[in-house]
């Protein structure tokens, strides 16, 4: 927690998430542009006119690049949450629950103008579940049909081409579930616009804590306080202690 | 700094246009996507394998070709006026059972000069180990419908040397006759492979043992221009019909050095406006 500006703002992403993220990010718009270019009519690839063989030849070794980093990544972000605190920490507060229904209903009915308050919602919320755990099915589906598809000439030809309609089918998915859902939510949504800057800095303010993650805020302050006390309570014995004649 | 019209900071406007143009961009491309998949229809990538090359000489790292679906886009429009020519080989080469009739696709620079060659020349003839025994074995031209050797030339009514539709293959002498002799005589073994190859598993037929066997007569290198252009070819021009004048000029031929002396080749476009006047509709080059 750390205050600048004027506003305090609190740790949403360490220096390591972010990375995972930096390197997640690029790979996808590396993969989308690369990918999609495939599905380019005839009259886009003219526009290259004597170049297009280059073109189309670093579109597929970039596409592989950035392939092998996201699929890295996404190793070791398994790594990551099975072997280290914070990883672990992660994982558990974004495991569904039962109560995510309820934020859902209460949440909805709070946009449509059935309740007054939007409720106080825990440090990842049931959209952001969603959109994680979506990662991992999405992840799944693309990097092992485009493994087979890399190495095409050891599979079946049936193989190849269920690949390659789950590979495309999960990677529109995948484009349109980034623009329509997490871009807005993380740059055109009102309370972030023109950015959630937790990507960058990894911090979060406090307006925007309290609006979007209330239980967590609420929790965060009093492990704050409880710290806080435990705090000077150790100072105040350690003093004690100091003072103390027979030591 | 501020504009100067509705007091909005300059920053703030320039941020707005960023974003707003992003926008644009993602709902370009999130329109496009309902195209290609409601409107156009994908394209379906299609996974043709890759091709081993042994076009060794002039490519550094032509161990294997670039992925089918590049070479797909960039050769589809070009060859299917070529696929209706090489359509009338009756016995062609087993070869194209499984790589088709442009199997040279990894080197840019001479691959159309190597597809062309297909048309008059069998895979076995650059791609197979010659013969030991010279006497034997040797080249001839195969007439394309019946496949009997074709060993003289034949005056046509015009007077002229007339129009023959064969290939040069190699050949076996049996009893003063020239006998084809195909690169590899299990064709029903290849088109069982490749019929389990599309279905849900491997079936019966392992893949490494199958590529090996069906790939044994091949040898590592394949056979370079001067391997026929050349005094010392492997083809003797004459006994294949070729008037002397003639096979001088085919042995001659430096094709070689011309692939490896220039970087760049010159031939006139042919997708172009100006190019496209030059070509026939398909239908008229296949009558």
């Known amino acids: 927690m750390s205050s600048h500006n004027g506003t305090r703002q609190f740790v949403r992403l360490t220096l390591n998430q972010r990375i995972q993220h930096a390197i997640m990010f690029i790979s996808t718009i590396l993969l989308t542009i690369t990918g999609f270019m495939l599905q380019a009519d005839q009259g886009f690839i003219d526009l290259f006119g004597s170049y297009a063989e280059d073109v189309f030849e670093m579109r597929s070794l970039i596409h592989r690049i950035a392939g092998v980093a996201i699929s890295a990544v996404c190793a070791y972000h398994l790594y990551y949450i099975f072997t280290t ?71 079946p030809v049936f193989f190849l081409d269920v690949s390659g309609a789950f590979h495309l089918g999960e990677a529109t998915l995948a484009a349109a579930a980034i623009i329509v859902g997490h871009l807005f939510s993380v740059h055109y949504s009102p309370h972030v616009y023109p950015m959630n800057r937790a990507f960058i800095d990894g911090m979060i303010g406090e307006d925007l804590m309290k609006d979007e993650h209330g239980e967590w805020y609420e929790e965060v302050l009093e492990k704050e306080k409880a710290h806080t006390e435990n705090s000077d309570r150790r100072h105040f014995s350690s003093d004690r202690r100091m003072s103390s004649p027979d030591e | ?35 290609i ?15 081993t090359s042994t076009e060794t000489r002039h490519v550094k790292d032509a161990k294997k070709s670039k ?37 040279h696709v990894t080197n840019v620079k001479v691959r159309a000069f190597m597809n062309a060659h297909s048309w008059f020349i069998q895979c076995e003839v650059c791609h197979a180990e010659p013969k030991t025994d010279e006497k034997t074995f040797m080249y001839s031209f195969f007439d394309n419908e019946t496949n009997e050797p074709v060993t003289e030339l034949k005056k046509s009514s015009a007077g002229g040397l007339g129009t023959y539709t064969a290939r040069i293959a190699v050949a076996k002498k049996e009893n003063d006759t020239l006998v084809h002799q195909g690169v590899y005589s299990g064709k029903d073994f290849i088109e069982k492979y490749l019929k389990q190859k599309v279905s ?12 090996q066997e069906v790939h044994s007569i091949l040898s ?62 398909l239908e008229e080059a296949m009558d």
């Open chain 1, 85 to 155: 605190e914070e990883g672990k920490s992660w994982a558990v507060d974004m495991i569904p629950r039962g109560r995510d229904g309820t934020d859902l209903v209460q949440n909805m009915k709070f946009m449509m103008g059935l309740r007054k308050d939007r409720p106080k919602l825990a440090r990842f919320f049931y959209m952001e579940k969603v959109e994680y755990w979506s990662v991992y099915i999405g992840m799944f589906l693309v990097i092992s049909t485009g493994v087979i598809m890399w190495t095409e000439w050891i599979w």
């Open chain 2, 67 to 103: 992925p089918a679906q590049v070479k797909k886009y960039q050769l589809e429009h070009f060859h299917n006026l070529d696929d209706a020519v090489i359509g009338g080989i009756q016995y062609k080469s087993d070869c194209v059972l499984c790589h088709g009739s442009f199997a």
């Open chain 2, 220 to 281: 590592e290198d394949a056979l370079e221009c001067d391997g026929c252009h050349s005094e010392e070819g492997r083809i003797d021009f004459q006994q294949i019909t070729y008037s002397e004048e003639a096979a001088d000029h085919l042995k001659s031929l430096d094709v070689g050095s011309m692939v490896t002396t220039y970087e760049e080749f010159h031939f006139p476009s042919l997708r172009n406006d100006e190019g496209l006047k030059y070509r026939r509709p």
């Open chain 2, 200 to 211: 849900i598993n491997f079936g019966e037929i392992d893949q490494g043992p199958a590529m």
């Open chain 2, 1 to 35: 700094m501020l504009n100067a019209i509705k007091q909005i900071p300059l920053t703030k406007l320039l941020v707005d246009t960023l974003m707003f143009m992003i926008f644009m961009i993602l709902l370009s491309f999130t329109i496009w996507l309902f195209y």
């Open chain 2, 37 to 51: 998949f409601y409107v156009r229809g994908p394209i379906t990538v299609q996974a043709r394998g890759y091709v």
